[in-house]
């Protein structure tokens, strides 16, 4: 099951990496699980923030929940945000790590703004999008959301800066 899923994550990140980067400007994309990548935000109207996808690889790593911190180099190009949309785990054993598989959005926000966005999910290969809660993005730090169940793609967009 896990070969299956690995070739299936690396076959949806291949066909959106040959995609030119960087992408045009817009207000929201969607993101294959298994993909590691980063936007450039054009913060000209803080109310109606664009961005491009400067950068995007395949990304099939089995990540450490709780320790992302090594994941994302040090220094980023200012205005940006590191994305890894992949799976994640925590545990001792392998047993417990196989019982405590996550979906993971691990991000680095590289801007001076907090940032509120909306990001939808979709479920199954050919479902719908459906909202759903995050927990927006803060100048400097590192996001994380986290989903107990397994999603194809994600979407984000329509980013503003928020007075939070």
Known sequence: MKLIATFFILFLSLNISAQELPSPYNSGYEFPIGAKFTIKLNTADPKNITYSIIKFEPFTE????FEKDELFEKTGEEGTIDFYFCIGTHGESEKEKNNNMQVLLSFKNRTKFSLKYISEIQRNEEGDFKETS???AY???I??????YMINMIRLR????SNK
């Not at 089995?62 to 929940?65: A, K, L, Q, V």
């Not at 329509?158 to 800066?161: G, S, V, Y």
């Open 134 to 136: 995050n927990m927006g």
């Open 62 to 65: 089995i990540i450490n929940t």
């Open 143 to 148: 996001g994380n959301e986290m989903w107990p």
């Open 139 to 141: 100048p400097g730090a």
């Open 158 to 161: 329509d980013f503003e800066i």
